[in-house]
């Protein structure tokens, strides 16, 4: 019997990015979950167990800004799907129209903010956005709109939500691209039956391309979830460590931060930063597994 070769060229191939993955994710991964099983105490490393995770959970102090931190957290990510996400597709549907002139043009225009800096973007929208200096109050002034102003970023109510819709600028261009990228694989044959059966213009897109472009969609949405779970920069950009007003706009990403390594007269504590980072990935991981668990279940009985 001939004994299966091993091919050799693939292993050698992939080492160096499976080395290069383990040592910046993989092992501080497993790190950050090994910290947050220890505590110190006198300046000594003390096996602690799960302590970490219930003083995270339950105690009165430390719970009210965890659970207030992934209730911001939810609804940062809820903005995106239901204001990002659906712009997206709109947008992407237009762009992919063949008579629209410009439309690459169009496209680069609005996918050009992806590509700037956290920083760039947070400190830019904070002086457009400033009742001070910013350009934000003359501009809806001159359209006669200037009493519907307000200190958006300095208002609870308002500046989470704030932050969340400037973020939605930012990335809108992602899934307008996907999206994109997916009605350019529908073949032309099934829209061309389609238009034989009567079916074009908003109906071809309800009815023939939307249900084809589902899995891109369902592929954005977890881009999505993991995206905004693991949030930190924009934030950190516009509102500080301290995620003002008043951790209105704190999320897990800021709260970790804080807690890992400390600000202004709190000191950092690498063990509950770690329990905090190790619920984040919790939570990431229970969020996609649930949504693969829904694609499966939805497939089986599709094959029913």
Same mark, same amino acid.
Request: glycine share 8%; proline share 5%.
């Given at each position: ?14 080492? #160096? ?68 996400? #659906? ?10 129209? #063949? ?15 992806? =590509? ?43 500046? /989470? ?12 261009? =992602?899934?307008?691209?996907? =999206? ?53 920069? /924009? ?10 007003? *008043?951790?209105?706009? *704190? ?32 939570? =990431? ?20």
């Amino acid at each position: 019997m001939n004994k299966a070769r091993i091919r050799w060229h693939i292993l050698v191939f992939l080492a #160096p990015a499976v080395i290069v993955y383990t040592a910046v994710m993989i092992f501080p991964l497993f790190n950050t979950l090994r910290l947050a099983l220890y505590t110190r105490i006198e300046q000594e490393r003390v096996f602690a167990g799960l302590d970490n995770f219930r003083t995270l959970f339950f105690d009165p102090i430390w719970a009210e800004q965890f659970w207030n931190a992934l209730g911001n957290n939810f609804w940062f990510f809820l903005v995106h799907m239901l204001v990002q996400n #659906p712009i997206g597709i709109a947008l992407a549907a237009l762009l992919s129209h #063949p008579r629209l002139r410009f439309a690459a043009l169009y496209r680069s225009a609005i996918f050009i903010p992806t =590509i700037l800096s956290f920083v760039i973007v947070g400190f830019a929208w904070k002086l457009i956005l400033s009742p001070i200096w910013g350009i934000a109050p003359s501009m809806l002034d001159a359209v006669g709109l200037k009493s519907l102003f307000a200190p958006w970023l300095g208002k609870e109510e308002y500046a /989470l939500t704030t932050l969340a819709l400037i973020s939605v600028w930012q990335f809108v261009g =992602i899934p307008m691209m996907l =999206i994109y990228a997916a009605l350019l694989t529908i073949p032309e044959e099934i829209l061309e039956a389609g238009e034989v059966d009567g079916i074009t213009g908003m109906s071809a897109f309800w009815k023939i391309k939307l249900p084809l472009i589902l899995p891109s969609i369902g592929i954005i949405s977890i881009l999505t979830f993991v995206g905004n779970f693991n949030a930190f920069d /924009l934030i950190y950009a516009a509102q500080g460590a301290l995620a003002g007003p *008043d951790f209105s706009t *704190d999320i897990l990403g800021t709260f970790m931060y804080r807690t890992f390594f400390g600000f202004q007269l709190q000191l950092g504590d690498p063990h509950m930063g770690s329990a905090i980072a190790g619920a984040m990935f919790a939570i =990431i991981l229970l969020g996609v597994c649930i949504y693969l668990f829904g694609i499966q279940t939805r497939m089986r009985r599709y094959q029913l």
